[in-house]
């Protein structure tokens, strides 16, 4: 009789053991299935480090003041690569001027000897001869009895490049134009160099 039990016992115990594995085995497996979330952390493989800041190549650190250049009757190629030089942008603004074969710059803002900050825009103008419609004419303004700075910008205003003689005037004071190469009110094309002629005094 105590062996009965005892081989009872014995088989209780291995069954329920046996049960609790599988029980075991049984979970483990539908938590893998179940695709809960892993509690591994990943590995940061750039060592922590934040990804680079792309540069961007237009914009210029610690830009200078940079003096505009003359160019005046230059290709577009060659402007291009003059300002490109001084670290410059360039605006293309093309135009019918008969005066100018196609490609050529008749006139610029900022004008010449001025001083920009690098990374600035220069506009230029291009004469384009296959542009259709007529060319547009500016007539030359009185400058007389104006003083130099009066006279360039007025003559800068209005699309004309600026030549420079200075001589003895009587009649006129020092700094004042007493003469210029074109007759009031002639109609030329837009770019001409206009010479305005400065008294130095009598």
Known sequence: ?????????????????????????????????SGLPSLEIPSDESGGEEDPVKE????????????????????EEE??????????????????????????????????????????TVRVYVSNQSLLGEEEKVAVPM??????EEAVKELRNLGFQVGYEYNPASGYAEGV???????VDSKVSKGTRITIRVSTGS
């Open 143 to 148: 400058l007389i009895g104006l003083k130099e």
């Open 56 to 75: 961007d190549p237009s914009v210029i650190e610690n830009p200078e003041r940079v003096e505009m250049p003359d160019l005046y009757e230059l290709t």
């Open 79 to 120: 402007a291009e690569e003059l300002l490109s030089e001084l670290k410059l942008k360039m605006e293309v603004l093309e135009e019918k001027n008969a005066s100018f074969a196609t490609g050529v710059v008749f006139f610029q803002k900022p004008y010449v000897e001025e001083k920009i900050l690098q990374g600035e």
């Open 1 to 33: 009789m105590i062996l009965i039990l005892l081989v009872a016992t014995f088989f209780f115990v291995t069954g329920f053991l046996k049960y609790q594995n599988d029980l075991k085995e049984t979970l483990a497996k539908e938590i893998g299935e």
């Open 177 to 183: 134009v007493y003469s210029q190469n074109y007759l």
